[in-house]
Structure formats: C-alpha cells, structure tokens
C-alpha cells in the first residue's frame, strides 16, 4: 500500500489561526507528496517576478495569487505546515477534505482561497482529460510548462479541469494534441537491431559467469 501522501496547510503570518492561536490563519489546504508542498512557493515566485498585474494590467482575480502578492507586497510570507503524514492518496482525499469543510472557504464566508471542498466532491465537472494525466502523474504546472501557452498558469489550468470554468478550445485542442503525443509514445513498439547488413539480429541469451577457480 502506497502511503507516501500528506496533507498541508498554507498559513499566513498577519492573521490568526481560530483553532490554534499560536499560528497563522491558513488560505490553503492541500494534499501531495515529495515536493508538492513547496511547488506553490516556486509557482508563484517566479510569476511575480516575472508577470506582476501591476506591471502586466491583468484584469482577472485569483484569490489564491493575489493573497500571496499581496503578502509579498507588505515584506511579508506565507509558511507551509505538513500536518499529517504517511497516508494512502484516498486517506489524504479525506483529511483534506475534512479540514476544508471545518475552515470553509472565502467565497462562503471562510478563510480558504481553495476553489472546491475537495476533489472527489466534483468527479462530474472533472475534465475527461484531467485524469488522463494525472493517471501519469503529469501535474498542472508540468502541463503548463509543455504548452508554454503565454498567460497559462496552473490555477487558471485547475478551475477549467475541475469545471470551475469552461474550457477554452483552443487550450482543449492543445491538451488532446499532447495526451495523444504521450498514448503515441506509450503504445509505440520498440524496433528490433539490426546487423550491419540490414537483417534483424536475434537476441541472444547472456551465458553464466563460470564458477570460482574455472576458466
């Protein structure tokens, strides 16, 4: 059994925690394993460095990217906390979706920036592609990086293979494009050597070493 997932809080440092005072008041939940849990830091550091509204005039809002501009425009950060550990991926479906529900999120009157109560809650607006690559652990940011769609970012990604807004079809073209460039390599039969001569050559079995004191 696979227990490598956790669950993850985002805090932030100007707000206080309801149920536990001593720390900051989380905007985020997550679940993930390896690395997941600091891919938002390098995400977005990199985004506003390089693509800040005040320097591009974007016109949309995502509550997840401005909370942590706007914390980075006050010299201030965000921490992230690994709270629990060693899950299977349903087990940390649950928790994750449990703590959502107790801290609710912003749009309902909570203090979570997280678009949906959890994902399995939303199967029926999934995009059909969403888990064709996830089968494949090709995450949003890796899709987006591939693409290299000027403006594409993982959360724009994410509300449109979650259902939160439709799918553009030009993005929708481009991602059926790249799932049958990965099925392509995926179903492709490797070719057999050949000699020098063209013919095919037989794979031959590797004899054994001799034993000790011989040969």
């Known amino acids: 059994m696979d227990k490598k997932y956790y669950v993850y809080f985002l805090r932030r440092p100007d707000l206080v925690d309801k149920f536990e005072p001593e720390k900051g008041q989380p905007f985020y939940i997550g679940r993930g394993r390896g690395n997941r849990v600091f891919t938002h830091r390098q995400h977005w550091r990199f985004t506003y460095l390089n ?10 809002t995502v ?20 709270t629990l550990t060693d899950l299977t991926f349903e087990e940390a479906l649950l928790y994750e979706r449990q703590a ?7 749009r309902y009157g909570g203090c979570l920036t997280n678009y949906f109560y ?16 996830r089968a494949r652990e090709i995450g949003q940011t890796k899709i ?19 259902g939160g ?31 020098s001569d063209g013919s095919h050559k037989e ?5 054994s070493p001799p034993p000790r004191g011989q040969g």
């Not at 987006?144 to 979650?162: R, V």
């Open 100 to 106: 959502i529900q107790i801290y609710g999120l912003i």
């Open 51 to 60: 693509f800040h509204p005040s320097k591009d005039g974007w016109t949309n």
């Open 144 to 162: 987006c990086k591939i693409l290299a769609i000027k403006g594409l970012h993982q959360s724009t990604l994410s509300k449109w293979f979650t």
């Open 63 to 82: 509550p997840f990217r401005d909370l942590i501009y706007d914390l980075w425009d006050k010299g201030l950060d965000f921490e992230e906390e690994i």
């Open 118 to 133: 959890g994902e399995d809650m939303y199967k029926e607006t999934n995009h059909p592609l969403k888990a064709f690559f």
């Open 203 to 207: 794979c031959q079995p590797v004899p």
């Open 165 to 195: 807004e439709p799918m553009p079809s030009h993005i929708e073209k481009r991602l059926q494009e790249l799932a049958n460039e990965i099925l392509a390599k995926e179903t492709a039969q490797p070719k057999p050597k050949q000699d």
